[in-house]
């Protein structure tokens, strides 16, 4: 079955700086990932997903790539705010299935 | 976007005794729903894939009978733990799928803790 890796498990990054969390995956099936912004005892929130026909998706300050060949993706924030403090999850999925397998997640922590 | 909406959000039980969460998706029907189990500062690990009309799909390592699913319509997975022990308190959260080629939908999540 699909295993997904996530690093770092934490991260401390000054306000303004960058952030980025990387994550692998077994499965060459997978070919959507999400990612999830997931505050202490709040459901996960998506912030922004790729799909494998795309090799980098950008939001505003948030950016997602992905190289299906080595299964690698990131999430990249930009001018990082405290209010980005929280756990960050990454998920690989076959789309149409919604069955996410997760990484472990990344503790971010903006320092003002 | 669509509503995924957990009931209860806390609850508090007796070792030995059962819980029930209830999982409903309120704007959309959802053939589907997944129940995902997360213990503090941990990932969010895969519980079962619950289908409507059909028994439900456990991973593995999953006791299918401590932990009962129902999705009896299309709006509403239940998930009930049977015989609660302390080990079992965690945070539990189902998401549901509307496809489209969309995301899956989480609840708010249910913190169950056995005393």
């Known amino acids: 079955g699909e295993n997904v890796e996530q690093h770092p498990s934490t991260l401390s990054v000054q306000e303004g700086d960058s952030a980025v969390i990387k994550c692998t995956y077994s499965?060459?099936?997978?070919?959507?990932f999400p990612w999830y912004k997931q505050e202490l005892g709040k459901r996960p929130q998506l912030i922004i997903d790729?799909?494998?026909?795309?090799g980098e998706k950008k939001d505003q300050r948030i950016a997602v790539t992905l190289n299906k060949t080595a299964k690698h993706f990131s999430l990249h924030i930009t001018e990082t705010q405290p209010e980005d403090s929280a756990v960050y999850f990454c998920?690989?999925?076959?789309?149409?299935?919604?069955?996410?397998?997760f990484g472990t997640g990344t503790r971010l922590k903006v320092l003002a | 976007g669509a509503v995924v909406s957990q009931h209860p959000s806390r609850v508090i039980c007796k070792s030995g005794t059962s819980v029930k969460i209830e999982c409903r998706s309120l704007?959309?029907?959802?053939?589907?729903m997944f129940w995902y189990r997360q213990f503090p500062k941990q990932s969010l690990m895969l519980m079962a894939t619950?289908?409507?009309?059909?028994?439900?799909?456990?991973e593995q390592g999953v006791e299918k009978d401590k932990f009962l699913i129902n999705h009896a319509s299309l709006t509403l997975s239940t998930l009930t733990v049977t015989s609660a022990h302390p080990e079992d308190s965690s945070f539990y959260i189902c998401?549901?799928?509307?496809?489209?080629?969309?995301?899956?939908?989480f609840g708010q999540g249910t913190r169950l803790t056995v005393v």
């Open positions: 790729i799909r494998s026909n795309v």
């Open positions: 704007d959309f029907q959802a053939t589907t």
């Open positions: 499965d060459s099936a997978s070919n959507y």
């Open positions: 998920a690989a999925s076959e789309e149409g299935t919604y069955k996410y397998i």
């Open positions: 998401s549901a799928d509307r496809g489209r080629r969309t995301e899956a939908f």
């Open positions: 619950s289908n409507e009309g059909s028994k439900a799909t456990y």
